[in-house]
């Protein structure tokens, strides 16, 4: 039986009862629709996801995401599913009865930092929930590994797109404040991130905070500042080399680019920094380790 990758303690007594979405063991009555699978957690937060989504025309796509770390950036990998990998999938679970494992009990195990697996099954509006914390039998969880090697058999065609999710600049204020930034991927925001992480003293220039950066910035690839009518806008000022929060709409000028924005659009007490030491920073795995 697959084991998950870290100490397993019995700590029966601690452990809060798990909510399941728990069907009746009997055959679901509508087709396989959805498979989701999820690894990961333990010290560094790493995780992968893999989801299955079978549509009704018989076409299926399969979504995978990962990071190494917590705090690194995700991949997202798209792929197309030839219909045999989808037939065979449902045989699998069809064949294991894999529904009938959302319904075994806790098993009153607790993953202390270590990574986990769960599974998600659902048959139109059905669904039903695996998890290595249930007591499930040796040939459920082989029917798991079974979905599992049939979706990376999926993955071997080659994705149809490939993403990474936005990097993250951090500003914390001496008020306890952390604003959160995501940023492009131009070599101005690259050398921005190179600089981080630094301890600076804002400027408050209208409704504008401004830090003086020691460097200046590659701006050969970075777009040009629109003006925007939204709080929150991380920009470069290539006349003055200087990092731009705009904490309200804003016009465009020349030489001004921009780097990213607000992950949330809320910047109420950024301007109060003005004054006071700040750190700037981005996450970074040899500086967290």
């Given at each position: 039986?697959?084991?998950?990758?870290?100490?397993?303690?019995?700590?029966?007594?601690?452990?809060?009862?798990?909510?399941?979405?728990?069907?009746?063991?009997?055959?679901?009555?509508?087709p396989l629709s959805r498979v989701y699978y999820s690894y990961g957690g333990?010290?560094?937060?790493?995780?992968?996801?893999?989801?299955?989504?079978?549509?009704?025309?018989?076409?299926?796509?399969?979504?995978?995401?990962?990071?190494?770390?917590?705090?690194?950036?995700?991949?997202?990998?798209?792929?197309?599913?030839?219909?045999?990998?989808?037939?065979?999938?449902?045989?699998?679970?069809?064949?294991?009865?894999?529904?009938?494992?959302?319904?075994?009990?806790?098993?009153?195990?607790?993953?202390?930092?270590?990574?986990?697996?769960?599974?998600?099954?659902?048959?139109?509006?059905?669904?039903?929930?695996?998890?290595?914390?249930?007591?499930?039998?040796?040939?459920?969880?082989?029917?798991?590994?079974?979905?599992?090697?049939?979706?990376?058999?999926?993955?071997?065609?080659?994705?149809?797109?490939?993403?990474?999710?936005?990097?993250?600049?951090?500003?914390?204020?001496?008020?306890?404040?952390?604003?959160?930034?995501?940023?492009?991927?131009?070599?101005?925001?690259?050398?921005?991130?190179?600089?981080?992480?630094?301890?600076?003293?804002?400027?408050?220039?209208?409704?504008?905070?401004?830090?003086?950066?020691?460097?200046?910035?590659?701006?050969?690839?970075?777009?040009?500042?629109?003006?925007?009518?939204?709080?929150?806008?991380?920009?470069?000022?290539?006349?003055?080399?200087?990092?731009?929060?705009?904490?309200?709409?804003?016009?465009?000028?020349?030489?001004?680019?921009?780097?990213?924005?607000?992950?949330?659009?809320?910047?109420?007490?950024?301007?109060?920094?003005?004054?006071?030491?700040?750190?700037?920073?981005?996450?970074?795995?040899?500086?967290?380790?």
């Open positions: 039986m697959r084991k998950a990758h870290a100490t397993l303690a019995v700590l029966a007594a601690l452990v809060a009862p798990v909510i399941l979405l728990v069907g009746c063991s009997k055959a679901p009555v509508e333990g010290m560094l937060g790493g995780f992968s996801t893999v989801e299955l989504v079978i549509h009704e025309d018989g076409t299926a796509t399969l979504t995978t995401e990962e990071a190494a770390w917590h705090g690194d950036r995700i991949t997202t990998r798209v792929y197309e599913v030839d219909a045999d990998i989808v037939s065979r999938v449902r045989e699998t679970v069809d064949g294991c009865k894999l529904w009938r494992a959302s319904t075994r009990r806790d098993s009153g195990l607790q993953v202390l930092d270590g990574d986990t697996w769960h599974m998600t099954l659902r048959f139109g509006d059905e669904s039903y929930s695996i998890s290595q914390m249930q007591e499930i039998s040796k040939a459920e969880d082989e029917g798991v590994d079974a979905v599992l090697a049939l979706l990376r058999e999926a993955c071997q065609v080659g994705p149809t797109s490939e993403t990474l999710s936005p990097r993250k600049v951090m500003l914390a204020t001496s008020e306890g404040y952390t604003y959160t930034f995501l940023v492009n991927d131009s070599l101005a925001a690259d050398g921005l991130c190179d600089l981080l992480p630094l301890e600076a003293v804002p400027e408050a220039r209208g409704t504008e905070l401004v830090i003086a950066l020691s460097q200046p910035l590659d701006v050969s690839d970075a777009p040009l500042a629109p003006g925007d009518d939204a709080v929150g806008a991380l920009l470069y000022r290539a006349s003055t080399g200087e990092l731009v929060i705009e904490c309200s709409g804003y016009e465009a000028e020349d030489g001004l680019y921009e780097l990213g924005a607000l992950e949330w659009r809320y910047a109420d007490g950024l301007l109060d920094a003005a004054g006071s030491e700040c750190s700037v920073w981005t996450y970074d795995y040899e500086s967290m380790y």
